[in-house]
């Protein structure tokens, strides 16, 4: 088989377009013995797949690997008791911690109780008259305050209004 044309079905080949007598064709000559160097690799590809091809997986040795590699070695029940051990001591202990996390958290946001001062009801209303009395001084300095404001305001008010009428004027 001339290069050129096994150019032309390894091009296929690998686009997935050959059809089946094509592809062996590729097989048989790349499985003979006289392959050129540029395409040793795809010759060792095309070895590899006849080779597996004669593998067969009813082989005892196969299934003794197979068996091998999939099977744990088996862990005496006194190594399986002290891990289930450790497993469930160490859910309990973060179980544990994130209670106390989050019992911290709720009392660091929780305001604390109000307490009653005062044992006698006259004793309290007197307590609660005084503080009313203070707000109440509170207040009325600062209605004089507010009345002092509300007089700049209304000075400010007819500065602008005088010159307003200037400009109205000129």
């Known amino acids: 088989m ?3 044309r096994i150019d032309e079905l390894l091009n296929k080949y690998w686009n997935c377009e050959t059809s089946l ?7 048989a000559y790349f499985t003979g013995t006289e392959v050129p ?10 070895r590899y797949f006849e080779d ?9 040795a196969f299934d003794h690997q197979v068996i091998e590699k999939v099977r744990r070695p088996e862990k005496g029940k006194i190594v399986k ?9 160490a859910g309990i202990s973060v179980l544990l911690v994130a209670t106390w996390l989050v019992r911290t958290e709720i009392r660091k946001t929780t305001p604390q109780e109000i307490v009653d001062t ?4 006259k004793l309290a209303f007197e307590e609660t008259k005084k503080a009313l009395m203070m707000i109440s001084k509170s207040f009325g300095k600062a209605e004089t305050q507010a009345k002092k404001i509300n007089l700049f305001n209304e000075a400010q008010q007819e500065i602008t209004k005088k010159e307003e009428d200037i400009e109205t004027k000129l």
């Open 37 to 46: 160097e540029q395409w040793k690799e795809t010759a060792a590809l095309f």
């Open 21 to 27: 007598e094509e592809e062996q064709q590729l097989r």
């Open 81 to 89: 008791l002290f891990y289930n051990s450790l497993r469930i001591a």
């Open 2 to 4: 001339d290069s050129k």
């Open 118 to 121: 005062y044992d006698d009801p």
């Open 52 to 60: 597996q091809k004669k593998k067969l997986l009813n082989d005892v």
